[in-house]
């Protein structure tokens, strides 16, 4: 078994690691506050590669490998979740299916602006009434000559309405299956097309300097060539989707929480107490060495799964495994980091409270850790 990552994942880490540092983290907090999504920002991610990693480049891709994606997401995540929420979605719901199910044509058209970051793409998929319960969408698409007619709705979906989105991916009903479900169909909808409108959501909790947004379709028209894929594939793309995108939060979470220990040690090394270093008391350093241990086993699952979807094994039951376990260890670690800071945990002017609060959405985000644990008891058999 070899753990070492490569020269070129090295490389990876290393210099997305200085763009956060310098490029980011001065103004993560500033952007967090006034809920402000910079285009200016994530054209730079472009322009250093961290869109269409994973994508050929006769495409416009980076054509590397998962876990080379999964390190740029982490080490983004580290400083700030908000650009980590773009860089993820971006990338695994707004290219991924156009890349994995696209037709040529499709590819072609889209992808290159896309992977340099001049725009990104949406991912329609979760609706006012339709969250865990993906299947009870009711957006419609119903056939009319060589056009589709889109009507309905979605909701909380990142990328979907800022000054670089260039259109979405959307999950409508098309008919019924031979077993009375509905039928599922992906379109894509390009910004600018007669009756689609999305609109910017503010007052977040978490995530506020990233895009998030409702879709509203009021008799749209595509036409037919607009399919992603095959007419009734939606569901079953939907979900692959998913199974790729369970890795990116992963790997936010494990950022998210490397970020929020990283700053709680510095902090417990320095902070003085009773005339000594808080971090020499067995109260803190036990938060610090408990933290340690979970980021060594969370970081093996979770690049273990992206080995796995590297090498075209299983890896869904491993990937649901990982979303959940660095999901909530980054909730574990930011809590306890903020314990560490004491009051001082509670000011903005630290990120620790960020990190605090940007965690939750990993919860819930990409399938719930309640719907994770379904999907992983079914796989062991229960």
Not at 47 to 75: K, P, R, T
Not at 172 to 183: K, L, N, S, V
Request: charged residues 25%.
């Amino acid at each position: 078994m070899d753990f070492d990552l490569n020269k070129q994942q090295e490389m990876i880490r290393k210099e997305v690691r200085r763009f956060a540092e310098s490029e980011i983290a001065p103004v993560a907090s500033e952007l967090d506050e006034t809920e402000t999504f910079s285009p200016e920002l994530t054209k730079k991610m472009g322009e250093i590669g961290l869109f269409g990693m994973f994508v050929d480049d006769q495409y416009g891709g980076q054509a590397l490998d998962y876990i080379s994606y999964i390190i740029g997401v982490e080490e983004i995540a580290r400083v700030d979740g908000s650009q980590a929420a773009t860089i993820a979605a971006g990338n695994s719901l707004g290219i991924g299916p156009l890349y994995y199910f696209g037709s040529e044509e499709q590819k072609k058209k889209y992808l290159p602006k896309l992977c340099t970051g001049e725009g990104l793409w949406g991912f329609g998929l979760t609706e006012p009434t339709a969250g865990s319960d993906a299947g009870g969408s009711k957006t419609t698409a119903v056939k009319d000559g060589n056009e589709w007619v889109i009507n309905g709705s979605k909701i909380f979906i990142t990328n979907g309405a800022c000054e670089l989105t260039m259109g979405v991916t959307v999950q409508a009903i098309t008919g019924e299956r031979p077993d009375g479900r509905p039928e599922y169909t992906c379109f894509i909808v390009e910004n600018g097309t007669p009756g689609f409108k999305g609109v910017a959501m503010h007052k977040k909790m978490m995530w506020r300097a990233s895009n998030t947004a409702e879709l509203y379709f009021d008799d749209v028209r595509v036409p037919h060539e607009n399919v992603l894929g095959a007419q009734g594939n939606g569901f079953h793309q939907m979900l692959e989707t998913l199974d790729g995108g369970r890795l990116s939060i992963g790997s936010m979470g494990l950022g998210g929480a490397q970020g929020a220990y990283e700053a709680a040690l510095k902090y417990a090394k320095t902070r003085e107490q009773f005339g000594k270093p808080i971090s020499k008391y067995q109260a803190v350093s036990f938060k610090l060495a408990d933290a340690a241990i979970e980021l060594e086993c969370a970081r093996n699952l979770l690049y273990k799964a992206c080995w796995l979807k590297d090498n075209n094994r299983p890896y869904q039951k491993t990937a649901a495994m990982a979303k959940v376990y660095c999901s909530e260890l980054m909730g574990r670690v930011a809590d306890n980091a903020v314990q560490i800071f004491g009051g001082y945990g509670l000011m903005k002017e630290y990120d620790v409270e960020r990190f605090f609060r940007d965690q939750k959405l990993l919860d819930i985000g990409e399938g719930t850790s309640e719907i994770q644990r379904l999907v992983i008891s079914r796989y062991i058999g229960c």
